[in-house]
């Protein structure tokens, strides 16, 4: 009998929009296509694959749907976690329909699903006492100021552009679906979960699930699922072919192979990865590993199949 082997791979919700002439869910669609093409030829290498996914700008564009829609039509705002779980469902459909599509082509038989995942937070995270995530579209002063008394908002001045709501962004604690999607994955499905984190939810106590007004990062929570899951591998599919250390700088250097203990080293320094954007992932990877996973890989989509082979990449062991 041939081992089982689960991959976890994270995917950004901006890699469904190539730049803002290709916006629409057309373009999404087609995105989510070339997407579908790398995970169905993993599964035809005989991995188990769980996606999760980012939804930022997906759920940006919802959000404002609903700001003009109150505006102009007097509709009720859509709160973020519904916001969320709509994104699930769309990107979800998107991928799910290409993969099934793709891996008929490829005469691989394997069914798909979307689940659409809460993921509990602690209503004590530090992160909600400094909320920092806009969301949303721009404000004047005024309209923010009166979004904050009437409706509880935090909002900021951004930039000299305008105002902004900002959301905290909680640490994940537990994936909800947990079970049924492990139950999936233990019957060959391919499952697309922790959708753009997942939907914050907190514990009302004995737990009654409640959806707060939070965003996760996906890399957060694709780890965690990994890690619940003992995957084998967490592949984090972004903009960039392999990781840098000293980025930006003069000295910038493109790593091949990094170990758990240079990665902790880096993460340490505080200068060798972008805020919000690459240390995160790092991080994610990070406790990945020190909780049992084998190894992690950094690479962009269309390289995934070359990184697997050892190609390019990053590869990060213990």
């Known amino acids: 009998m041939t081992e089982r082997k689960i991959a976890v791979v994270a995917i950004g919700g901006n890699s469904l929009i190539k730049d803002k002439q290709h916006q629409t869910v057309e373009d999404q669609y087609d995105a989510a296509k070339e997407t579908a093409q790398h995970m169905a030829a993993m599964a035809e290498d005989g991995w188990d694959v769980v996606i999760g996914h980012g939804n930022g700008p997906q759920v940006?564009?919802?959000?404002?749907?609903?700001?003009?829609?109150?505006?102009?039509?007097?509709?009720?705002?859509?709160?973020?976690?519904?916001?969320?779980?709509?994104?699930?469902?769309?990107?979800?459909?998107a991928l799910q329909q290409n993969l099934q599509n793709e891996l008929r082509q490829r005469g691989v038989n394997k069914p798909v699903a979307t689940v659409i995942t809460q993921v509990l937070v602690d209503r004590n995270d530090p992160a909600f006492k400094k909320p920092s995530k806009p969301i949303g579209g721009f404000m004047d002063q005024a309209e923010a100021q009166g979004r904050a008394e009437d409706m509880g908002w935090e909002v900021v001045e951004d930039a000299g552009r305008g105002w902004r709501r900002v959301v905290a962004s909680p640490l994940p604690v537990e994936v909800v679906e947990f079970e049924p999607i492990k139950?999936?994955?233990?019957?060959?499905?391919?499952?697309?979960?922790v959708g753009g984190g997942g939907i914050p939810v907190i514990d009302l106590g004995e737990r009654q699930f409640k959806g707060t007004?939070?965003?996760?990062?996906?890399?957060?929570?694709?780890s965690l699922?990994?890690?619940?899951?003992?995957?084998?591998?967490?592949?984090?599919?972004?903009?960039?072919?392999k990781v840098a250390i000293n980025f930006g700088k003069p000295n910038q250097e493109w790593v091949s192979h990094m170990t758990l203990a240079e990665v902790k080293k880096y993460l340490a320094e505080g200068t060798h990865f972008a805020k919000g954007s690459m240390?995160?992932?790092m991080q994610a990877i990070v406790w990945f590993l020190e909780s049992g996973g084998k190894q992690a890989i950094v690479t962009n989509p269309e390289n995934i199949g070359r990184a697997l082979n050892g190609e390019t990449g990053t590869l990060i062991e213990l």
């Not at 109150?70 to 979800?92: F, R, T, W």
């Not at 139950?183 to 979960?193: C, N, P, Q, S, Y």
């Not at 619940?228 to 072919?241: G, H, R």
Request: proline fraction near 3%; charge should be negative.
């Open 279 to 281: 240390e995160p992932k």
């Open 225 to 241: 699922l990994a890690q619940l899951l003992k995957a084998d591998l967490l592949l984090i599919s972004t903009a960039v072919e």
């Open 60 to 93: 940006g564009f919802i959000l404002r749907r609903s700001e003009i829609a109150h505006k102009v039509e007097g509709m009720h705002e859509l709160p973020l976690d519904v916001c969320g779980a709509d994104s699930q469902g769309a990107i979800g459909y």
């Open 183 to 193: 139950a999936l994955v233990d019957t060959g499905v391919i499952v697309i979960a």
């Open 213 to 222: 007004a939070a965003v996760i990062d996906k890399d957060f929570a694709s």
